[in-house]
């Protein structure tokens, strides 16, 4: 089993800058990508940003240039820089990834989410 805890949430004004970190546990053999996605009220979960153990990123469109996705492969985190935040950044905030346990068991899990908030 994959654990994710994330941290690194919290209210902010718009323009603001916020980090989001992510580590994972458990029975974990190798992780191929690691994520966020994100869910305002009312809307699905989207894309934030992805990146693969190789390095290779891709960005939801409205954060392209804004927010930066970093990873620690030997730490098994993941980290999301948030800068020039906008109220429509508003969302809980979810970690994903996707990993082979020592089972040999492809899984896909999700953290607990960890809320955003920006301020006009």
């Known amino acids: 089993q994959v654990r994710l805890v994330e941290s690194g949430g919290g209210l902010v004004q718009a323009g603001g800058s916020l980090r989001l970190s992510c580590a994972a546990s458990?029975?974990?053999?190798?992780?191929?990508?690691m994520g966020w996605y994100r869910q305002a009220p009312g809307k699905q979960r989207e894309l934030v940003a992805r990146?693969?153990?190789?390095?290779?990123?891709d960005y939801g469109d409205s954060v392209k240039g804004r927010f930066t996705i970093s990873r620690d492969n030997a730490e098994n985190t993941v980290s999301l820089r948030m800068n020039s935040l906008k109220p429509e950044d508003t969302a809980v905030y979810y970690c994903?990834?996707?990993?082979?346990?020592?089972?040999?068991?492809?899984?896909?899990?999700w953290g607990q989410g960890t809320q955003v908030t920006v301020s006009s």
């Open positions: 990146i693969t153990t190789g390095g290779s990123t």
């Open positions: 994903n990834c996707n990993a082979k346990t020592r089972a040999n068991i492809v899984t896909t899990a």
């Open positions: 458990g029975s974990i053999r190798s992780i191929n990508s």
